[in-house]
């Protein structure tokens, strides 16, 4: 059974940072690809970052790069999300999803089967 769950969130104030895990289960992350959402209210969900099986990886809004880093711990399967540079619009909820398949190949929510349940992160301006 393919399990996501999400931790590592909160509350910062603008310039910190906050690293978010993405634990996986029912599958391995040296298999497959891992992607980063978040969902801000009001608004639609958003690709963040993705990172491939092979490790190639993908910031996806303009307003990220720079800022976020995704990598992952195989032996821990684990899939990490780095922010650093956190601004007010990065408040939202966010979440780590995975549609099994090795690449990285969409950013749009629809294209992915599981999903965590999601974690708030809140920027303090």
């Known amino acids: 059974q393919v399990q996501l769950v999400e931790s590592g969130g909160g509350s910062v104030q603008a310039g910190g940072s906050l690293r978010l895990s993405c634990t996986a289960s029912?599958?391995?992350?040296?298999?497959?690809?891992v992607a980063w959402f978040r969902q801000a209210p009001g608004k639609e969900r958003e690709g963040v970052s993705c990172i491939a099986n092979w490790g190639g990886t993908t910031v996806y809004p303009e307003s990220a790069k720079g800022r976020f880093a995704v990598s992952k711990d195989v032996a821990g399967n684990i899939v990490y999300l780095q922010m650093d540079g956190l601004k007010p619009e990065d408040t939202a909820a966010y979440y780590c999803?995975?549609?099994?398949?090795?690449?990285?190949?969409?950013?749009?929510?629809?294209?992915?089967?599981?999903w965590g349940h999601g974690i708030q992160v809140t920027v303090g301006s």
């Open positions: 999803a995975t549609a099994l398949r090795p690449l990285c190949t969409g950013r749009f929510p629809e294209e992915y089967d599981y």
């Open positions: 029912g599958f391995t992350v040296d298999n497959y690809a």
